[in-house]
């Protein structure tokens, strides 16, 4: 052992410790690596720098941007909607809906590309019912990373692997030649989560941070957020009723925010709109309140529309001079001239929440509602109401989801068609700006700088591992007493090794150290050299322990993970994966 890998093998180790502690952020802990190596002369300045603008990283950042205008452009409501309506908000459902479907997904795209392509509709579903979303998050990202072993193509290892293979002198494999290795270590995934996934999931609230200019209203005035939807079944006796002759806000307590039938959506209906079976009415409103209402009318619980992502709270304040002084709501008409909801009105020091549709409106009146962006927008801008209350950067999107998902589809596309990954997703995230499907400034703010420097931190510790031998060192120490040992042994010790380095180093790193390796210890003890290979590029992918891997460090902050999460779940996984992967190469290959 060289000083050099001496001193990586400890920057190693204490970046797994604080990793491991959380004494201080990942993210830092990272960036705290990198500093280290380049201050002890393990990597150049240009080296320890270099993570800043990898591939990887610009992939990932391109990809957060790809998600966000997806989501924003309402692109994803259907798929929500069929998601809800399959599972019926059964959490063991969704998990193996969402799960399985991104896996095969996987197998055919970059993991990463498929589970920023599911996660904004998957924590939209965790708003609709109420499941944490750290318990969907990580078992729909874990299956992302286990598609990848679908194919030769769902993964960078996979890629490499008959290249190496030919280098070799082996026979390379077909493009389906680990799909059946791939399913097997798929379903065991989500099998695990179906079976385990309560006791080793978290169940944690949202991080606080700091509170959005939506957040801060609710807060403010006690709002009811969260939107529940139900549908009239033929026959209910709200049928041919209008809003007011059942009794909406006067009796219940609750606010009708759209009526959807068909295609077609109104927003705030107004009170002469009569209700019929088949509408879909989303409501605002204890949950109380809510479930009374659809027992007395025979209503259907559904999924709320994926049109009420594009509205939210304003507060509005009347001007002195503004024409609504002396009137009321009902003269106003607030329905049916600028399609919002009112919800609670503020005269002096006394709010109220009943059904003020006949007070009269005074000078410094302040009202709550709840209506799509542009309207809210359109109601500040013509002197009758001051908006008072940032509308916050979705007010500018536009709903273009065929826009948006061309992005999308081009960006994989070009990337299917062999074009680098990193370019082809960063232009399909500049067509989405140029095409005004998101903003630049929401663009930036699409992106999770945490995970950003999470991976450019950690990409210059694997650059060390390579240039002082230290990969190459555990390598040799941990294979070279492997001589003459049994089969299931040799393989697992490769598995485990192969899983390792994976951690801290890329994938691809690991596998090209590897495979060559692996192709000499399995000519010395006579076994198949090809299932040797194929079990490290494999293994390669068992990346569920640490926020290292693209994926993980990509729903990081969306399910609020801390590193203990993922020691706790993925390491029953990582588990899981070498007894499957070594059991099916045992049993299929030797």
């Not at 890329?506 to 194929?534: D, E, I, K, M």
Request: with cysteine; net charge neutral.
């Amino acid at each position: 052992m060289t000083l050099d890998i001496a001193l990586t093998l400890g920057v190693l180790g204490v970046t797994a410790l604080l990793f491991a502690t959380e004494v201080v952020r990942v993210d830092v802990a990272a960036l705290g690596a990198l500093v280290a190596l380049a201050w002890l002369g393990l990597v150049t300045p240009a080296e320890a720098t270099a993570g800043l603008s990898s591939t990887a990283v610009v992939a990932v950042i391109a990809v957060m941007i790809l998600g966000h205008g997806v989501d924003r452009s309402g692109a994803m409501g259907r798929v929500t909607r069929a998601v809800l309506g399959w599972a019926g908000g059964g959490e063991k459902k969704l998990v193996a809906l969402v799960s399985g479907s991104v896996g095969l997904l996987s197998g055919f795209m970059q993991n990463v590309g498929a589970a920023a392509l599911f996660l904004p509709a998957l924590l939209r579903i965790a708003r609709a019912t109420g499941i944490p979303a750290g318990r969907l998050v990580m078992p729909m990202g874990f299956a992302a990373i286990l598609g990848g072993t679908v194919t030769l193509v769902g993964s960078s290892p996979l890629i490499l692997l008959n290249d190496l293979l030919r280098q070799a002198g082996q026979e390379p494999y077909g493009l389906f030649g680990v799909t059946p290795l791939g399913l097997a270590l798929l379903a065991a995934g989500v099998a695990y989560f179906l079976l385990l996934g309560g006791r080793v999931l978290p169940v944690r609230a949202p991080s606080p941070g700091a509170p959005s200019p939506q957040q801060e209203l609710v807060d403010t005035w006690h709002l009811p957020s969260t939107v529940r939807a139900c549908r009239v079944p033929p026959g209910s006796a709200l049928a041919g009723r209008t809003r007011e002759e059942a009794a909406l806000w006067s009796r219940h307590g609750l606010n009708l925010l759209t009526l959807t039938q068909g295609r077609d959506v109104l927003f705030a209906p107004w009170r002469f709109t009569r209700f019929a079976p088949g509408q879909v009415l989303a409501l605002l409103g204890p949950a109380e309140a809510f479930a009374a209402f659809c027992a007395e009318y025979g209503l259907e619980v559904v999924a709320p529309p994926a049109e009420t992502d594009g509205a939210g709270f304003a507060e509005l304040v009347i001007p002195p001079r503004s024409g609504a002084v002396g009137h009321t709501m009902r003269q106003l008409e607030l329905r049916r001239t600028y399609g919002v909801e009112p919800l609670v009105r503020l005269s002096g020091r006394e709010a109220h929440r009943e059904d003020f549709s006949d007070e009269v409106l005074e000078p410094g009146d302040a009202l709550v509602v709840y209506g799509p962006w542009g309207n809210l927008a359109r109601m500040g801008e013509g002197g009758t109401f001051a908006l008072v209350s940032p509308l916050g950067p979705v007010a500018a999107a536009r709903p273009r989801p065929g826009v948006a998902l061309g992005c999308l589809g081009a960006a994989l596309g070009l990337g299917l068609a062999g074009a680098p990954l990193a370019v082809s997703l960063l232009t399909g995230a500049v067509a989405m700006i140029v095409s005004r499907v998101v903003t630049a400034d929401e663009a930036y703010r699409a992106v999770d700088w945490r995970t950003v420097f999470l991976l450019a931190g950690l990409i210059p510790l694997g650059t060390a591992m390579e240039k002082t031998g230290a990969a190459a060192y555990l390598a040799d120490l941990a294979l070279t007493p492997l001589a003459g040992a049994h089969p299931l042994l040799i393989l697992g010790a490769l598995g485990a090794l192969t899983t390792l380095l994976s951690l801290f180093l890329s994938n691809v790193a690991a596998t090209v150290l590897l495979v060559p390796l692996a192709v000499a210890v399995a000519q010395g003890a006579g076994l198949p050299p090809r299932a040797l290979a194929l079990l490290v590029a494999v293994c390669a992918s068992n990346s569920f322990v640490l926020p290292t891997h693209q994926v993980n460090a990509l729903i990081l902050g969306p399910g609020n993970y801390r590193n203990a999460d993922f020691l706790r779940a993925g390491g029953g996984l990582t588990l899981l994966f070498l007894a499957v992967a070594v059991g099916f190469i045992y049993a299929a290959y030797l």
